[in-house]
């Protein structure tokens, strides 16, 4: 089972950016995607983007041109640049990675949150 380790979040002032990592302890190429979720409080948890072996990335709408994912195959990271947050982007982020049998492993999140 690979082992997921996020960094990278923290307090951000409206406005500005964080770049998020998240650190695979196996080839993330191995898997069909990596992506990234986010879960506020009382809220359902989200996709927020995700990227394929071969390169196709998704995004959710609301998120586009805001949000940027990355990997770098060599270190086994994916990245996820956040530009321009908005106090409602304030939740736990956290990486995933799905086999190609469907099975999902999750990190254990990075609190990220905006003031206003």
């Known amino acids: 089972q690979v082992q997921l380790v996020e960094s990278g979040g923290g307090l951000v002032q409206a406005g500005g950016s964080l770049r998020l990592s998240c650190a695979a302890s196996?080839?993330?190429?191995?898997?069909?995607?990596m992506g990234w979720y986010r879960q506020a409080p009382g809220k359902q948890r989200e996709l927020v983007a995700s990227i394929t072996s071969a390169g196709s990335i998704n995004y959710a709408d609301s998120l586009k041109g805001r949000f940027a994912i990355s990997r770098d195959n060599a270190k086994n990271t994916v990245y996820l640049q956040m530009n321009s947050l908005k106090p409602e982007d304030t939740a736990v982020y956290f990486c995933n990675a799905v086999d190609w049998g469907g099975n999902e492993n999750r990190g254990q999140g990075t609190q990220v949150t905006v003031s206003s």
């Open positions: 196996g080839n993330i190429l191995s898997f069909y995607a």
